[in-house]
């Protein structure tokens, strides 16, 4: 990984070659692999979604565009805390399902474009907003490209408030807006929905190494005596052999699971204690809150108080729960928000829902 890592700082390029010689190794090793026709990103959602894999391990937020699952970033940083996002709870809690995702791509940039010069996540979610479609991304351009050109009364947007509402409050913002020539380009839209990857999976199946045939390869491929590889082998599939023999390991053996103390997460839980307290006056109970409604997750905020008790008594609702996606401290962002996921909710329940890209 060290010599990968140099070779891509030295811009070296991983050639066909390199390539087949790390899927012998794999195989030499027992671990499965999928060849990917296309792009890897996508090959791996693929593989989520079809339940071959739990989740996916990479920093590349493409991933949530191809639709994957459950994906697990800064797993190789050791600088950095884990993260885990769950495409679940982005549809849910924000309003955010795939055709969302790819069209905030498209606005923002992504690995497939450059996106548009002067648009950043708030406005961007701000014209998903009022322009939710790929073809309401057309008009966008051309209603940008033409600032000085109002709405006719025959055009459709003329009668849209939420558009009429964004051009104005967007005034002054969009003449610094610069669109690709492209814009919005198709075959990114394609790339994303309709992916090219490997369908012809067998089950994965993980074998023993096999150390004679690995220090006989690398001999080959390095010449480094086979003794010497062996020495460094030996002890690291000794223990491999062990641990897998005895259990099977999970991911908090890798990563202890920490709690972070932010002053937002302070002010949910004075938020939550004063309203617990507010009910206890109106019940006039005094007594303790009722916990059933508060059992989702005690474990997900503990206290540093003798005896493990919570700052809220007993139990309180997960902070996750809550607020699964952070704080959002931006007032348009969370209005652009709260307006995709009503429209997401009548999607679900089955809607006409606007055409699709």
């Known amino acids: 990984m060290k010599e990968y890592k140099k070779l891509k700082k030295n811009n070296i390029e991983i050639n066909e070659e390199m390539n087949e010689d790390i899927k012998i190794l794999l195989n030499m090793f027992g671990i499965p692999y999928v060849q990917s026709p296309c792009e890897a990103e996508a090959q791996c959602s693929y ?97 940008v490209s033409n600032p000085f050109r109002d709405l ?41 929905k309709y992916p090219k990857v490997c369908t012809d999976i067998q089950k994965f199946q993980w074998h023993l190494p096999n150390l004679s045939h690995i220090t006989k390869f690398l001999n080959k491929a390095t010449n480094i005596a086979e003794e010497k590889i062996s020495n460094v082998l030996n002890p690291i599939l000794q223990k491999y052999d062990v641990r897998v023999r005895s259990y099977q390991l999970k991911i908090d053996d890798f990563f202890p699971i920490i709690e972070r103390k932010r002053k937002s997460v302070d002010d949910l839980i004075g938020i939550i204690r004063d309203n617990q307290k507010g009910k206890r006056r109106e ?21 540093g108080n003798a005896g493990g008790s919570s700052p809220l008594g007993r ?34 329940r089955g809607s006409p829902g606007e055409a699709r890209g």
Not at 156 to 178: A, C, D, G, M, S
Not at 283 to 303: D, E, H
């Open 152 to 192: 006719s009364q025959g055009d459709k947007y003329f009668h849209n408030e939420e558009v009429k509402r964004f051009l104005q409050t967007h005034k002054n913002y969009k003449l610094n807006w610069i669109f690709p020539n492209n814009f919005p380009d198709r075959e990114v839209y394609r790339c994303f």
């Open 47 to 143: 593989l989520n979604c079809k339940n071959y894999c739990d989740a996916i391990i990479s920093d590349d937020s493409d991933v949530l565009v191809f639709n994957g699952k459950t994906v697990i970033k800064n797993f190789f940083n050791r600088k950095k805390t884990v993260e885990v996002y769950e495409r679940k709870l982005i549809e849910d809690k924000l309003g955010l399902y795939q055709d969302e995702l790819i069209n905030l791509s498209l606005l923002c940039g992504c690995d497939y474009t450059i996106g548009v010069h002067g648009v950043g996540i708030v406005n961007a979610l701000e014209i998903i907003k009022a322009f939710p479609t790929f073809e309401d991304l057309k008009k966008l351009k051309e209603i």
């Open 283 to 303: 019940n006039g109970s005094g007594g303790r809150a009722n916990a059933s409604n508060t059992r989702k997750s005690s474990s997900a905020c503990k206290s």
């Open 315 to 348: 139990d309180i609702t997960s902070l996750i729960d809550l607020n699964p996606a952070g704080v959002i401290r931006s007032k348009r962002m969370s209005t652009a928000l709260d307006h995709i996921k009503g429209r997401g909710r009548s999607r679900k």
